[in-house]
């Protein structure tokens, strides 16, 4: 994860701690797969669902991967939120933005790394 989005997590974990928010998995067992502090909700050959349900709102995140050739993947990336109340729905509007940024630079991250 590039540090610039590493830092805007923890200013929005910083933000949202006192409002009762979710900052993190919740504690499970170490076997129990994650990406990154996101937890695996359902995986595949070619896709992994991760997500996190919270009091505010519920989230996946749809990663997929799909072989062009032998050399060249295509990567897609889907999200699907559920707001429960006002906070859910103000916080998702503040997030989204964001969210559109940091989204494709976490995806060019796995490209340069590979």
């Keep these: 994860m590039p540090s610039w989005i590493k830092w805007l997590l923890a200013l929005r974990n910083g933000i949202v701690t006192p409002f009762g928010l979710k900052t993190g998995p919740e504690r499970r067992s170490k076997s129990d797969p994650h990406l990154g502090f996101l937890p695996v909700v359902r995986q595949s050959s070619n896709c992994?669902?991760?997500?996190?349900?919270?009091?505010?709102?519920?989230?996946?995140?749809?990663?997929?991967?799909?072989e062009r050739t032998s050399?060249?993947?295509?990567?897609?990336?889907?999200?699907?939120?559920?707001?429960?109340?006002?906070?859910?729905?103000?916080y998702l509007a503040l997030v989204k933005p964001f969210h559109r940024i940091v989204v494709p630079a976490m995806l060019m991250q796995v490209v340069s790394d590979h």
């Design 71 to 90: 050399t060249q993947h295509e990567i897609s990336v889907s999200t699907a939120v559920k707001t429960h109340n006002l906070v859910g729905s103000s």
């Design 48 to 66: 992994v669902v991760f997500g996190l349900d919270d009091w505010h709102l519920d989230f996946r995140v749809l990663l997929e991967v799909k």
